[in-house]
């Protein structure tokens, strides 16, 4: 299984961007997908959620500027909105797959993200 994240780039604040987390080699439909983000020196935190039952959730501090979805057919990709962009925003940016099947997770290697 392999996740590759796309999407990051540098933006001024109040920009958008849309992060893409592509999912290979993965076998069944059912997982959880979970946005992260890590500054240096940092924790890695906790951003997004996404569950086999497309029930989502966010941190308290993207609620209301970023959206999680999924492609709804093959589910092979997992989005994650993002809008009205703050410096705070700015890190590098990873998703997890998680399996209920299986039991056991896989990372991607991560796209950054500057505000400015």
């Known amino acids: 299984v392999q996740l590759v994240e796309s999407g990051g780039d540098s933006v001024q604040a109040g920009g958008s961007l849309r992060l893409t987390c592509s999912v290979f080699?993965?076998?069944?439909?059912?997982?959880?997908m979970t946005w992260y983000r890590q500054v240096p020196g940092e924790e890695r935190e906790f951003v997004s959620a996404?569950?086999?039952?497309?029930?989502?959730?966010y941190a308290e501090s993207v609620k209301g500027r970023f959206a999680i979805s999924q492609d709804s057919s093959k589910k092979t990709v997992v989005w994650l909105q993002m809008n009205s962009l703050k410096p705070e925003d700015t890190a590098r940016y990873f998703c997890?797959?998680?399996?209920?099947?299986?039991?056991?997770?896989?990372w991607g290697q991560g796209t950054q993200v500057t505000v400015s």
């Open positions: 080699g993965y076998r069944y439909r059912r997982y959880n």
């Open positions: 997890k797959l998680y399996s209920p099947l299986v039991g056991r997770d896989w």
């Open positions: 996404i569950d086999a039952n497309g029930r989502t959730d």
